[in-house]
Protein backbone atom coordinates (compact mmCIF):
# COMPACT_ATOMS: atom_id res chain seq x y z
CA UNK A 1 0.00 0.00 0.00
CA UNK A 2 1.33 3.55 -0.83
CA UNK A 3 3.17 5.62 2.56
CA UNK A 4 4.40 8.76 2.94
CA UNK A 5 7.83 8.66 4.68
CA UNK A 6 10.74 11.20 4.62
CA UNK A 7 13.47 10.74 1.81
CA UNK A 8 16.19 8.79 3.53
CA UNK A 9 18.19 11.62 3.05
CA UNK A 10 19.39 14.41 0.95
CA UNK A 11 22.06 13.17 -0.25
CA UNK A 12 20.46 10.37 -1.85
CA UNK A 13 22.26 9.44 -5.55
CA UNK A 14 19.38 9.70 -7.61
CA UNK A 15 19.77 10.67 -11.27
CA UNK A 16 17.50 13.54 -12.74
CA UNK A 17 17.65 15.05 -15.81
CA UNK A 18 15.67 17.97 -17.70
CA UNK A 19 13.02 17.42 -19.90
CA UNK A 20 14.22 17.06 -23.67
CA UNK A 21 13.36 19.22 -26.31
CA UNK A 22 10.59 16.68 -27.56
CA UNK A 23 8.42 18.12 -24.14
CA UNK A 24 5.12 19.71 -25.35
CA UNK A 25 5.48 23.34 -26.08
CA UNK A 26 2.09 24.83 -25.74
CA UNK A 27 -1.22 23.98 -24.17
CA UNK A 28 1.78 24.29 -22.94
CA UNK A 29 1.41 27.94 -21.25
CA UNK A 30 -0.26 25.34 -19.15
CA UNK A 31 2.46 22.51 -19.30
CA UNK A 32 5.54 24.67 -19.16
CA UNK A 33 4.89 27.38 -16.71
CA UNK A 34 6.53 25.18 -14.29
CA UNK A 35 9.52 24.95 -15.73
CA UNK A 36 10.58 28.48 -15.70
CA UNK A 37 10.42 29.12 -11.79
CA UNK A 38 13.06 27.06 -11.05
CA UNK A 39 15.48 24.55 -12.46
CA UNK A 40 13.65 21.83 -10.08
CA UNK A 41 10.93 22.13 -11.64
CA UNK A 42 11.90 20.67 -14.38
CA UNK A 43 12.99 17.96 -13.70
CA UNK A 44 11.33 14.87 -15.00
CA UNK A 45 10.94 10.88 -13.95
CA UNK A 46 13.92 8.29 -15.77
CA UNK A 47 11.75 5.64 -16.32
CA UNK A 48 10.39 3.90 -12.55
CA UNK A 49 13.01 5.32 -10.62
CA UNK A 50 11.65 8.08 -7.98
CA UNK A 51 11.91 11.75 -7.65
CA UNK A 52 14.03 12.86 -4.95
CA UNK A 53 12.11 14.51 -2.85
CA UNK A 54 10.42 15.45 1.09
CA UNK A 55 8.20 12.31 0.20
CA UNK A 56 8.54 8.65 -1.08
CA UNK A 57 5.52 6.76 -1.83
CA UNK A 58 5.78 3.09 -2.29
CA UNK A 59 3.61 -0.06 -1.85
CA UNK A 60 5.07 -1.83 1.28
CA UNK A 61 3.63 -5.09 3.35
CA UNK A 62 3.72 -3.45 6.52
CA UNK A 63 1.56 -0.66 8.61
CA UNK A 64 1.94 3.02 7.17
CA UNK A 65 4.55 4.71 8.84
CA UNK A 66 4.69 8.43 7.26
CA UNK A 67 5.10 11.17 9.18
CA UNK A 68 2.33 13.79 9.04
CA UNK A 69 3.28 17.00 7.19
CA UNK A 70 1.13 20.08 8.21
CA UNK A 71 0.88 21.61 4.63
CA UNK A 72 1.75 20.17 0.69
CA UNK A 73 1.08 21.16 -2.52
CA UNK A 74 -2.21 19.01 -2.41
CA UNK A 75 -3.42 20.81 0.74
CA UNK A 76 -2.90 24.21 -1.57
CA UNK A 77 -4.78 22.47 -4.58
CA UNK A 78 -7.87 21.78 -2.80
CA UNK A 79 -7.78 25.04 -0.75
CA UNK A 80 -6.41 27.70 -3.42
CA UNK A 81 -7.89 26.08 -6.42
CA UNK A 82 -10.96 24.26 -5.35
CA UNK A 83 -9.34 20.97 -6.83
CA UNK A 84 -9.31 17.44 -5.18
CA UNK A 85 -6.14 15.45 -5.23
CA UNK A 86 -7.45 11.63 -5.11
CA UNK A 87 -5.17 8.64 -5.00
CA UNK A 88 -5.54 6.21 -8.06
CA UNK A 89 -4.65 3.16 -6.05
CA UNK A 90 -5.52 0.61 -3.45
CA UNK A 91 -3.92 -2.35 -1.57
CA UNK A 92 -3.34 -3.95 2.20
CA UNK A 93 -3.07 -2.60 4.25
CA UNK A 94 -5.66 -0.50 3.52
CA UNK A 95 -4.29 2.05 7.14
CA UNK A 96 -0.99 3.45 4.72
CA UNK A 97 -3.58 5.34 3.24
CA UNK A 98 -3.69 8.10 6.59
CA UNK A 99 -0.42 9.49 6.04
CA UNK A 100 -1.64 10.51 2.25
CA UNK A 101 -4.78 11.79 4.05
CA UNK A 102 -2.69 13.57 6.45
CA UNK A 103 -0.95 15.26 3.54
CA UNK A 104 -3.57 16.11 1.44
CA UNK A 105 -5.54 13.33 -0.16
CA UNK A 106 -8.93 13.70 -0.11
CA UNK A 107 -10.61 10.69 -2.33
CA UNK A 108 -9.17 6.89 -3.74
CA UNK A 109 -9.91 5.32 -7.00
CA UNK A 110 -9.37 1.60 -7.66
CA UNK A 111 -10.20 -0.59 -10.82
CA UNK A 112 -9.75 -4.12 -11.85
CA UNK A 113 -6.66 -3.84 -12.91
CA UNK A 114 -5.31 -2.32 -9.59
CA UNK A 115 -6.96 -4.71 -7.60
CA UNK A 116 -5.61 -7.79 -9.56
CA UNK A 117 -2.04 -6.37 -8.92
CA UNK A 118 -2.60 -5.61 -5.11
CA UNK A 119 -4.29 -9.16 -4.06
CA UNK A 120 -2.09 -11.30 -6.97
CA UNK A 121 1.45 -9.64 -5.35
CA UNK A 122 0.47 -9.33 -1.66
CA UNK A 123 0.26 -12.05 1.39
CA UNK A 124 -2.13 -9.68 2.99
CA UNK A 125 -5.42 -11.33 1.58
CA UNK A 126 -4.09 -14.54 1.83
CA UNK A 127 -5.98 -15.59 5.73
CA UNK A 128 -9.19 -13.64 4.73
CA UNK A 129 -8.61 -15.91 1.03
CA UNK A 130 -8.47 -19.09 3.06
CA UNK A 131 -11.47 -18.51 4.93
CA UNK A 132 -13.57 -17.81 2.57
CA UNK A 133 -13.00 -20.82 0.15
CA UNK A 134 -13.20 -22.98 2.96
CA UNK A 135 -16.43 -21.46 3.91
CA UNK A 136 -17.43 -22.82 0.05
CA UNK A 137 -17.50 -19.36 -1.68
CA UNK A 138 -16.45 -19.53 -5.43
CA UNK A 139 -13.90 -17.85 -6.67
CA UNK A 140 -15.76 -14.53 -8.44
CA UNK A 141 -17.70 -14.52 -4.90
CA UNK A 142 -14.35 -14.30 -2.84
CA UNK A 143 -12.90 -11.87 -4.97
CA UNK A 144 -16.05 -9.73 -4.48
CA UNK A 145 -15.40 -10.28 -1.00
CA UNK A 146 -11.52 -9.15 -0.96
CA UNK A 147 -12.35 -5.98 -2.52
CA UNK A 148 -15.83 -5.03 -0.47
CA UNK A 149 -13.54 -5.15 2.75
CA UNK A 150 -11.08 -2.93 1.27
CA UNK A 151 -13.62 -0.40 0.10
CA UNK A 152 -15.05 -0.49 3.47
CA UNK A 153 -11.92 0.46 5.03
CA UNK A 154 -10.92 3.41 3.20
CA UNK A 155 -14.23 4.47 2.87
CA UNK A 156 -14.13 4.41 7.00
CA UNK A 157 -10.59 6.04 6.79
CA UNK A 158 -12.38 9.22 4.49
CA UNK A 159 -15.27 10.04 6.08
CA UNK A 160 -14.10 12.98 8.13
CA UNK A 161 -13.53 14.43 4.81
CA UNK A 162 -16.97 13.30 2.93
CA UNK A 163 -18.84 14.76 6.57
CA UNK A 164 -16.91 18.18 6.78
CA UNK A 165 -17.82 18.83 2.74
CA UNK A 166 -21.14 17.87 3.45
CA UNK A 167 -21.15 14.64 0.98
CA UNK A 168 -18.86 16.47 -1.72
CA UNK A 169 -15.85 15.07 -0.96
CA UNK A 170 -14.08 12.13 0.47
CA UNK A 171 -15.13 9.25 -1.74
CA UNK A 172 -13.96 5.71 -2.76
CA UNK A 173 -14.22 4.45 -5.76
CA UNK A 174 -15.07 0.52 -6.93
CA UNK A 175 -15.91 -0.90 -10.34
CA UNK A 176 -18.70 -3.37 -10.97
CA UNK A 177 -17.51 -6.00 -13.09
CA UNK A 178 -16.38 -5.19 -16.42
CA UNK A 179 -17.53 -8.25 -18.03
CA UNK A 180 -21.12 -5.85 -18.26
CA UNK A 181 -19.49 -2.86 -20.01
CA UNK A 182 -22.20 -4.01 -22.64
CA UNK A 183 -25.30 -5.13 -20.15
CA UNK A 184 -27.76 -2.21 -19.71
CA UNK A 185 -29.99 -3.76 -16.90
CA UNK A 186 -26.80 -6.33 -15.75
CA UNK A 187 -24.90 -3.33 -14.94
CA UNK A 188 -28.16 -1.36 -13.14
CA UNK A 189 -28.66 -4.60 -10.98
CA UNK A 190 -24.56 -4.81 -10.17
CA UNK A 191 -24.83 -1.37 -8.92
CA UNK A 192 -27.41 -1.51 -6.58
CA UNK A 193 -25.87 -5.19 -5.25
CA UNK A 194 -22.59 -3.61 -4.97
CA UNK A 195 -23.56 -0.70 -3.28
CA UNK A 196 -26.21 -2.67 -0.77
CA UNK A 197 -22.68 -4.81 0.01
CA UNK A 198 -20.65 -2.04 0.68
CA UNK A 199 -22.97 -0.08 2.35
CA UNK A 200 -20.75 2.90 3.10
CA UNK A 201 -22.14 6.57 2.54
CA UNK A 202 -19.05 7.99 0.90
CA UNK A 203 -18.40 4.88 -1.79
CA UNK A 204 -18.64 5.54 -5.88
CA UNK A 205 -19.90 2.81 -8.25
CA UNK A 206 -17.99 2.96 -10.80
CA UNK A 207 -20.09 2.37 -14.53
CA UNK A 208 -18.09 2.66 -17.67
CA UNK A 209 -19.46 5.14 -20.16
CA UNK A 210 -19.82 2.50 -22.81
CA UNK A 211 -23.03 3.32 -25.08
CA UNK A 212 -24.95 0.54 -23.10
CA UNK A 213 -24.14 1.99 -19.86
CA UNK A 214 -25.26 5.37 -20.77
CA UNK A 215 -28.81 4.60 -19.79
CA UNK A 216 -27.22 2.65 -16.97
CA UNK A 217 -26.42 5.75 -15.39
CA UNK A 218 -29.43 7.34 -15.42
CA UNK A 219 -31.32 4.56 -14.06
CA UNK A 220 -28.62 4.23 -11.03
CA UNK A 221 -28.72 7.54 -10.20
CA UNK A 222 -32.18 8.08 -10.42
CA UNK A 223 -32.37 5.40 -7.76
CA UNK A 224 -30.14 7.99 -5.60
CA UNK A 225 -26.79 5.77 -5.86
CA UNK A 226 -23.65 7.88 -6.19
CA UNK A 227 -21.64 7.52 -9.42
CA UNK A 228 -18.42 7.67 -10.97
CA UNK A 229 -18.25 7.33 -14.01
CA UNK A 230 -15.33 5.73 -15.94
CA UNK A 231 -13.35 5.68 -19.09
CA UNK A 232 -14.60 8.62 -21.06
CA UNK A 233 -12.44 9.60 -23.80
CA UNK A 234 -14.15 11.96 -26.50
CA UNK A 235 -16.18 15.40 -25.93
CA UNK A 236 -19.73 13.69 -27.43
CA UNK A 237 -19.39 10.61 -25.21
CA UNK A 238 -18.63 13.14 -22.22
CA UNK A 239 -21.57 15.35 -22.88
CA UNK A 240 -23.62 11.76 -23.25
CA UNK A 241 -22.75 11.23 -19.51
CA UNK A 242 -23.57 14.38 -17.97
CA UNK A 243 -27.01 14.23 -19.65
CA UNK A 244 -27.44 10.55 -17.57
CA UNK A 245 -26.88 12.63 -14.81
CA UNK A 246 -29.08 15.01 -15.66
CA UNK A 247 -31.69 13.05 -16.50
CA UNK A 248 -31.17 11.05 -13.44
CA UNK A 249 -31.51 13.83 -11.15
CA UNK A 250 -34.86 14.62 -12.68
CA UNK A 251 -36.41 10.98 -12.72
CA UNK A 252 -35.60 10.27 -9.48
CA UNK A 253 -38.73 11.73 -7.34
CA UNK A 254 -36.03 12.71 -4.51
CA UNK A 255 -36.76 16.24 -2.83
CA UNK A 256 -33.63 16.38 -1.96
CA UNK A 257 -30.75 15.59 -4.20
CA UNK A 258 -28.21 16.95 -2.44
CA UNK A 259 -26.79 13.02 -1.32
CA UNK A 260 -26.86 12.18 -4.85
CA UNK A 261 -23.35 12.85 -6.55
CA UNK A 262 -21.19 11.91 -9.46
CA UNK A 263 -17.98 12.17 -10.95
CA UNK A 264 -17.14 11.74 -14.46
CA UNK A 265 -13.51 10.31 -15.35
CA UNK A 266 -12.42 11.93 -18.21
CA UNK A 267 -8.96 10.09 -18.83
CA UNK A 268 -6.08 11.68 -20.28
CA UNK A 269 -2.85 10.40 -21.25
CA UNK A 270 -3.87 7.58 -22.83
CA UNK A 271 -5.15 10.03 -25.42
CA UNK A 272 -1.49 11.48 -26.58
CA UNK A 273 -0.64 7.35 -26.46
CA UNK A 274 -2.49 6.83 -29.28
CA UNK A 275 -2.94 10.18 -30.92
CA UNK A 276 1.03 10.68 -30.81
CA UNK A 277 1.50 7.46 -32.66
CA UNK A 278 -0.77 8.45 -35.69
CA UNK A 279 1.10 12.07 -35.50
CA UNK A 280 4.56 9.90 -35.92
CA UNK A 281 3.07 8.02 -38.66
CA UNK A 282 1.86 11.11 -40.79
CA UNK A 283 5.42 12.50 -39.86
CA UNK A 284 5.23 15.89 -41.57
CA UNK A 285 6.76 19.10 -39.10
CA UNK A 286 2.86 20.40 -38.60
CA UNK A 287 2.31 16.91 -37.00
CA UNK A 288 5.48 16.32 -35.24
CA UNK A 289 4.78 19.98 -33.54
CA UNK A 290 1.40 18.59 -32.17
CA UNK A 291 3.02 15.85 -30.28
CA UNK A 292 2.02 15.76 -26.17
CA UNK A 293 -0.75 18.27 -26.94
CA UNK A 294 -3.94 16.30 -27.79
CA UNK A 295 -5.00 15.44 -24.55
CA UNK A 296 -4.45 18.59 -22.63
CA UNK A 297 -6.57 20.00 -25.65
CA UNK A 298 -9.65 17.77 -25.53
CA UNK A 299 -9.58 17.94 -21.61
CA UNK A 300 -9.38 21.83 -21.55
CA UNK A 301 -12.38 21.72 -24.33
CA UNK A 302 -14.06 19.50 -21.85
CA UNK A 303 -14.09 21.50 -19.27
CA UNK A 304 -15.91 24.54 -21.07
CA UNK A 305 -18.27 21.72 -21.97
CA UNK A 306 -19.08 20.93 -17.86
CA UNK A 307 -19.38 24.66 -17.54
CA UNK A 308 -21.76 25.34 -20.16
CA UNK A 309 -24.19 22.29 -19.60
CA UNK A 310 -24.18 23.23 -15.16
CA UNK A 311 -25.53 26.34 -15.75
CA UNK A 312 -28.60 27.47 -17.45
CA UNK A 313 -32.66 26.85 -16.17
CA UNK A 314 -32.59 23.43 -16.35
CA UNK A 315 -29.75 23.06 -14.30
CA UNK A 316 -30.70 25.73 -11.98
CA UNK A 317 -34.11 24.11 -11.15
CA UNK A 318 -31.85 21.12 -9.84
CA UNK A 319 -29.71 23.44 -7.69
CA UNK A 320 -33.24 24.39 -5.87
CA UNK A 321 -33.59 20.28 -4.85
CA UNK A 322 -30.27 20.76 -3.49
CA UNK A 323 -28.61 19.40 -6.52
CA UNK A 324 -24.47 18.94 -6.96
CA UNK A 325 -22.39 19.21 -9.87
CA UNK A 326 -21.24 15.89 -11.65
CA UNK A 327 -17.95 16.85 -11.51
CA UNK A 328 -14.69 16.65 -13.65
CA UNK A 329 -12.57 13.73 -12.80
CA UNK A 330 -9.09 13.64 -14.71
CA UNK A 331 -8.24 10.39 -14.93
CA UNK A 332 -4.89 8.08 -16.58
CA UNK A 333 -2.85 11.48 -15.66
CA UNK A 334 0.58 9.36 -15.23
CA UNK A 335 3.09 10.38 -18.00
CA UNK A 336 3.60 7.69 -20.10
CA UNK A 337 6.44 9.45 -22.45
CA UNK A 338 9.64 9.82 -20.48
CA UNK A 339 10.56 12.80 -22.41
CA UNK A 340 7.20 14.94 -21.73
CA UNK A 341 6.68 16.90 -17.83
CA UNK A 342 6.53 14.32 -15.07
CA UNK A 343 3.03 16.56 -14.43
CA UNK A 344 1.80 17.31 -17.88
CA UNK A 345 -1.94 15.63 -16.88
CA UNK A 346 -2.30 17.44 -14.04
CA UNK A 347 -0.08 20.69 -14.03
CA UNK A 348 -2.63 22.18 -17.14
CA UNK A 349 -5.67 20.77 -15.69
CA UNK A 350 -6.06 22.78 -12.30
CA UNK A 351 -9.17 24.80 -11.81
CA UNK A 352 -12.19 24.53 -9.61
CA UNK A 353 -14.92 21.89 -9.20
CA UNK A 354 -12.36 19.25 -10.22
CA UNK A 355 -10.60 15.93 -9.16
CA UNK A 356 -7.10 14.84 -10.55
CA UNK A 357 -6.59 11.03 -9.20
CA UNK A 358 -3.26 10.38 -9.25
CA UNK A 359 -1.28 7.22 -9.41
CA UNK A 360 2.36 6.99 -7.68
CA UNK A 361 4.35 8.67 -10.15
CA UNK A 362 2.49 11.45 -11.04
CA UNK A 363 1.22 12.19 -7.14
CA UNK A 364 4.94 12.21 -5.91
CA UNK A 365 6.02 14.52 -8.74
CA UNK A 366 3.33 17.06 -7.86
CA UNK A 367 4.23 16.64 -4.33
CA UNK A 368 7.98 17.42 -4.97
CA UNK A 369 8.06 20.48 -7.85
CA UNK A 370 4.15 20.59 -8.99
CA UNK A 371 2.78 24.44 -9.10
CA UNK A 372 -0.59 25.13 -7.76
CA UNK A 373 -2.26 28.07 -10.48
CA UNK A 374 -5.47 27.88 -11.94
CA UNK A 375 -4.21 26.40 -15.88
CA UNK A 376 -7.84 24.86 -17.09
CA UNK A 377 -8.98 27.81 -18.96
CA UNK A 378 -6.27 30.26 -18.64
CA UNK A 379 -5.94 29.44 -22.65
CA UNK A 380 -9.03 27.74 -24.21
CA UNK A 381 -8.10 29.54 -27.13
CA UNK A 382 -4.94 27.66 -28.09
CA UNK A 383 -6.92 24.07 -26.82
CA UNK A 384 -9.26 24.66 -29.70
CA UNK A 385 -6.90 25.66 -32.26
CA UNK A 386 -5.16 22.03 -31.20
CA UNK A 387 -8.03 20.74 -31.35
CA UNK A 388 -8.94 21.69 -34.79
CA UNK A 389 -5.36 21.70 -35.77
CA UNK A 390 -5.72 17.54 -35.27
CA UNK A 391 -8.81 16.98 -37.06
CA UNK A 392 -7.39 18.69 -39.99
CA UNK A 393 -4.67 16.42 -40.19
CA UNK A 394 -7.13 13.78 -40.24
CA UNK A 395 -7.63 12.28 -36.69
CA UNK A 396 -11.06 11.43 -36.23
CA UNK A 397 -11.73 11.93 -32.40
CA UNK A 398 -14.47 10.10 -32.10
CA UNK A 399 -12.69 6.94 -33.62
CA UNK A 400 -9.72 7.71 -31.16
CA UNK A 401 -12.22 7.86 -28.19
CA UNK A 402 -14.61 4.67 -29.45
CA UNK A 403 -10.58 2.55 -30.01
CA UNK A 404 -9.24 4.13 -26.20
CA UNK A 405 -13.24 2.77 -24.65
CA UNK A 406 -12.61 -0.46 -26.31
CA UNK A 407 -9.16 -1.32 -25.20
CA UNK A 408 -10.41 -0.08 -21.63
CA UNK A 409 -13.01 -2.16 -21.33
CA UNK A 410 -10.79 -5.33 -22.45
CA UNK A 411 -7.88 -3.86 -20.36
CA UNK A 412 -10.35 -4.33 -17.46
CA UNK A 413 -11.26 -7.76 -18.53
CA UNK A 414 -8.61 -9.40 -18.95
CA UNK A 415 -7.01 -8.11 -15.28
CA UNK A 416 -10.77 -9.31 -13.54
CA UNK A 417 -10.19 -12.97 -15.70
CA UNK A 418 -6.23 -13.06 -14.99
CA UNK A 419 -7.04 -12.07 -10.82
CA UNK A 420 -9.82 -15.10 -10.65
CA UNK A 421 -6.97 -17.31 -12.77
CA UNK A 422 -4.81 -16.54 -9.64
CA UNK A 423 -7.12 -17.15 -7.16
CA UNK A 424 -8.41 -20.15 -8.43
CA UNK A 425 -4.52 -21.39 -8.57
CA UNK A 426 -4.16 -20.14 -5.26
CA UNK A 427 -6.65 -22.25 -3.81
CA UNK A 428 -6.00 -25.56 -5.74
CA UNK A 429 -2.15 -25.03 -3.91
CA UNK A 430 -3.89 -24.83 -0.75
CA UNK A 431 -6.11 -27.85 -1.76
CA UNK A 432 -8.55 -25.83 -1.37
CA UNK A 433 -10.56 -26.85 -4.63
CA UNK A 434 -13.51 -24.85 -5.44
CA UNK A 435 -16.19 -24.87 -8.20
Same mark, same amino acid.
Given at each position: ????? /???????????????????????? *???????????????????????????????????????????????????????????????????????????????????????????????????????????????????????????????????????????????????????? /?????? !??????????????????????? *???????????????? =?????????????????????????????? $??? !??????????????????????????????????????????????????????????????????????? *???????????????????????????????????? $??????????????????? =??????????????????????????????????????????????????
Amino acid at each position: MACIS /HAASPSSNLRLRSSDSRAPASLPS *AVNFQRSSSSLRSLSLLGNREVRSRFSIRCSQSNGNGAQIKKTTLHDLYEQQGQSPWYDNLCRPVTDLKPLIANGVRGVTSNPTIFQKAISSSSAYDEQFRKLVEAGKNIESVYWELVIKDIQDACELFYPIYDQTNSADGYVSVEVSPKLA /HETDGT !VEAAKRLHKLVDRRNVYIKIPAT *ADCIPSIKEVISLGIS =VNVTLIFSLPRYEAVIDAYLDGLESSGLSD $LSQ !VTSVASFFVSRVDTIIDKMLEKIGTPEALALRGKAAVAQAVLAYQLYKKKFSGPRWEALVKKGAKKQRLLW *ASTSVKNPAYSDTLYVAPLIGPDTVSTMPDQALQAF $LDHGVVSRTIDSNVAEGEA =VYGDLEKLGIDWNEVGSQLQVEGVDSFMKSFDSLLNTLQDKANSLKLVTL
